[in-house]
């Protein structure tokens, strides 16, 4: 695990992105980490819904932090300087 990068103790619903964001700290900056529901149903084997994406999300926490770092290593930031997973 790269030291330089931190998560976040805090995960939301995004209504409008219908989708879990999470943080992760670099540097001192915050990295939104936007994960879609298809992403989740495919780590949990389960069909997600947004009613209960957030119960899905601390399943499989560690796995999605493990997803982000990478993306965040290879620096692979959305046009809006976000990491979306899925």
């Known amino acids: ?7 976040v ?7 409008e992105r219908q989708a879990v964001v999470f943080q992760a700290q ?3 900056q915050l990295i939104d980490c936007i994960v879609s ?4 149903s495919q780590l949990d084997n389960a069909n997600v819904s947004k ?3 957030l119960a899905v ?10 997803i ?3 993306a965040i290593e290879k620096e692979e ?9 899925g």
Do not use: H, K
């Open 51 to 53: 009613e209960n994406a």
């Open 57 to 66: 999300f601390e399943r499989v926490r560690f796995d999605l932090e493990d």
């Open 37 to 40: 529901l298809g992403l989740l």
């Open 77 to 85: 930031f959305s046009p809006t300087g976000e990491i979306v997973l």
């Open 1 to 7: 695990m790269n030291q330089n990068i931190l998560f």
């Open 26 to 28: 670099q540097a001192g």
């Open 68 to 70: 982000a770092e990478q």
């Open 9 to 15: 103790d805090r995960y939301e619903w995004d209504c």
